[in-house]
Each structure stands twice: as C-alpha cells, then as structure tokens.
C-alpha cells in the first residue's frame, strides 16, 4: 500500500474547513458565495437549515433551503457537507413512515443496521431488464380482469380531485400480491394524511409498507426529493430479489414542485410555466421503476388533472412514458360506483403479455358489451331507440345491472384475481343464456 493512501484518512481530518456565507436571500433561493460544491450537494446554513445546490452561476451557489428560512441574514455561514442528500435503506424499514428526506415521523428512532446511500441512481440497464410478462393481482375485480398489472409495470391513475384515488390505493395496498409496498405522499394537506394511514391504509397494510410523506407546507425541493427517497427504498428492495410495489400520490405535485425548484434558479417558464427541467425529470423519476435484473418495481403513479382535463401537459407527459393508464370518472364517483375507474378508457399495455387468451377474450367481450350499450345510451334516454337494431346493444343493457355490481367493489372487499376471473365468466355465461 502506497504512504499516500495510508496518510489520506489523516490528511482529510486535518485539512482545514471553509466556510461560506449567504450573500442574499430571493424568493425560495439562497446565493452562496466563498466555498465551492457541485449541483446537488447538500450545505448547511447557519449550522441549522440544510439547502441544496440546485445551479452555480460564476463562483455564486443558488441553493434551496430544505426548512424555513427565518432568522437567515447575509453573511450567514455556510457549511459544504461534501456530498449529495443521503437515506437510510434497510428490510427494517418496513412498517415505518418517514419525511420527504427519509427520516422517522413515526417518534421511533431508525433502527440499527441500515445503510445509507444517495438519493439519486441511475435506471437498470434496458437490456438488462427482465421482461415483463407474470400478472400482478391487485385485489381489484375491474383491475386485475379488465386492466391487468405486471410485476415490473409502470401505471398510472388519472383523476381530478376528491374521485377516489387516496381510496383506491388504500384498497390496492391492502389487496396486492407484492412482497413490499412502498407509498410516498407528496403535497398531501396534513389533516389527510393520518386519515389515511389509520382509515384506508390502515394497520394490516402498514406492517408491510414502507411510507415516504411530505405535506403541502414543505418547501418544494423537500416534496420534490421525497419521491426520489422513496424511489430509492424501493430499488433498494428490488436490487435484493424483492417484487416491490410502489405507490406514488401524486405525480403532478411533484411535478409543481420542480416547476417551483426551476423558477427560483432561474429557469424560463415554457408550456403552462412549467419549465425545461420539470419535463426531463417526469422520465428521468419513472424510468427508476420497472423490472430490473432481479426483482420488480410496479409503480403506480396517481395523476392530479387540472379541471379533470386529461390533455393537460403534465398528464400528458406522463401518459407518453407510462406503460398504462387508469382513469377516473367524476360522474361514476358523484353516482356511488366505486372505485370510480372508466374501463372502457383505460388500458394496460402489458395486458396481452400477463393474461392467457381465454382471459384476453373474456375481457373483450365485456368491454365490446359495455362500448356498444354506452353508444345508444343517449338514444335508448329520448326513446329514438328501438330493440332489435343492435343485438349487441340489448345485450349489454340487459347485462348492465350485473356489470355493475362486477365492477363496483367495497373498499374492504379484497378478491384474488382467480376469483373475480371466475365471477367474469359466469357474468358473460349469464349473458349468454
């Protein structure tokens, strides 16, 4: 071993520190000057806000505060930590909820053992990637029947507001057949979120889960890196042979939250003042997910569409890279059918590779009954239709009642996917009679 790489361990301990300090506060950003950092290290100001480097601008650092900047003054100090965000991963993080910088929110400490790695990483080689072609059963008739998942599939749920996606997922993190679920909830009100661990997540799906919070009130960078810390333990579980499900609510606030983290260093705002940045990180995020050498990560992404405008950019971008979409119907929700999820405009890009062509006729054959009694709906409403003019129609009306009740499903209610393949054939035997 050479003398140098003996005396480095000493050398570091008595180089001497260099501090910075603030030079001016605007907006969200800190400007930084007298110590040099890469974009995205972690600094500390004041020896109590920790901040992130986002941008450096001659020998200016523009850092965003992962707390509150009150009491922060120029000529403030500021410390370089000589290394991005780090979190911890481990198997005894199962049953625990942590912050959007993966720490404990739960009043327990972190137990020993765990491994702390950087927050950023790179996507499994796409060559490398196992392909995705087993079913994973949701618990979910209309899901697992209609718009099946693969162990390794990238799907995502969109709806507007207040239509049952929070419920949905409860039901899904309960019902899945994955070793390990993973939930992050990003820009949730605060009320919300207890509501949701007691009442739809609950005790049973918490001891297998892993949840990642960061409510509204966190300063954007924290929602922002609080998927990508999920998104880390996740991989982690996957790396280690494990089917992972990761659940995500919502794309779209972390998708506000880059656009906040964008303007404030100084990006252009471009489609909807989304800027440049906010559309490389939507793949740069979901492609983390999916199949790996060993191991899945099935990512379920909720989509918050603006004024249930489903062509919105981000909903767009998003429905471009994802494998799927599950969309939510306002109109089912205000009627009482749930979950809320319009079958006939959601798709499963993995479907013909996860169900066997028995169970691939099955599903056609009622989306076929359901397509055609929706086109004379309006007509069968004002009395202009007349019985016998589309056999297909008068049998999917006459199945209407019983396609309902296929559909809707308690939020309590957890079918295995042999089961509800079971119930959909005898729906489609019954029609046939």
């Known amino acids: 071993m050479r ?26 950003s800190v400007s930084v000057g007298g110590i040099r950092a890469a974009v995205g290290d972690l600094v500390v100001i ?21 707390g509150p900047l009150s009491g922060i003054s120029a000529g403030a100090r500021v410390r370089n930590t000589g290394g991005p965000l780090q979190v911890p991963v481990g198997d005894s993080l199962r049953g625990r909820i ?6 404990p929110m739960d009043g327990r400490p972190l137990p020993p053992g765990l491994h702390y790695v950087t ?24 899901l697992d029947t209609l718009i099946p998942c693969g162990r390794g599939q990238r799907m995502g749920i969109f709806a507007g507001s207040g239509v049952g996606k929070s419920s949905l997922m409860s039901m899904i993190t309960r019902g899945t057949e994955a070793e390990i679920t993973v939930v992050c909830l990003v820009g949730e009100r605060g009320r919300e979120v207890r509501e949701f661990l007691e ?17 509204s009130d966190q300063p954007p960078l924290v929602r922002l890196r609080a998927c990508f810390v999920a998104t880390r333990i996740a991989e982690f579980f996957r ?39 906010t559309f490389a990180m939507l793949p740069r995020l979901l492609e983390r997910a999916g199949p790996g050498a060993v191991g899945s990560i099935t990512g379920l992404y909720t989509v918050l569409v603006e004024g249930d405008e489903h062509n919105e950019p981000i909903a767009d971008a998003a429905r471009s890279i994802l494998d799927g979409h599950i969309v939510l119907d306002r109109r ?28 691939r006729a099955a599903a056609t054959e009622l989306r076929r009954l359901m397509a055609a009694g929706r086109e004379v709906k309006e007509l069968v409403e004002i009395g202009a239709y007349v019985p016998g003019t589309n056999p297909l129609a008068d049998r999917g009306r006459a199945l209407e009642p019983s396609i309902n009740g296929f559909l809707r499903q308690d939020m309590t209610d957890q079918t295995s996917a042999h089961d509800a393949w079971v119930a959909l054939a005898h729906l489609l035997a019954e029609g046939a009679a």
Not at 6 to 23: C, D, H, K, S, Y
């Open 3 to 28: 003398l140098l790489d003996v005396m480095r361990p000493a050398l570091r301990v008595a180089a001497p520190e260099v501090f910075g300090q603030v030079t001016s506060v605007v907006g969200l």
């Open 46 to 66: 004041d020896e109590r806000v920790p901040a992130e480097v986002v941008s450096i601008d001659d020998e200016q650092l523009a850092c965003l505060p992962l």
């Open 98 to 103: 942590l912050d959007g910088l993966g720490q």
């Open 119 to 142: 927050v950023e990483n790179v996507p499994p080689n796409a060559l490398e990637r196992k392909l995705v072609n087993e079913p994973l059963p949701l618990g979910v008739r209309a």
């Open 199 to 215: 009442h739809d997540l609950g005790a049973e799906g918490l001891a297998k889960a892993v949840v990642v919070i960061a409510t």
């Open 239 to 277: 790396d280690h042979g494990r089917d992972v499900l990761l659940l995500m609510d919502s794309l779209t606030r972390a998708a506000m939250a880059q656009r906040e983290v964008g303007l404030s260093a100084g990006e252009p705002p471009a489609t909807r003042g989304y800027p440049p940045s």
């Open 332 to 359: 089912l929700a205000t009627s009482g059918h749930f979950p809320s999820i319009d079958v006939l405009e959601s798709v499963s890009r993995v479907s013909g590779a996860v169900t066997t062509p028995a169970q």
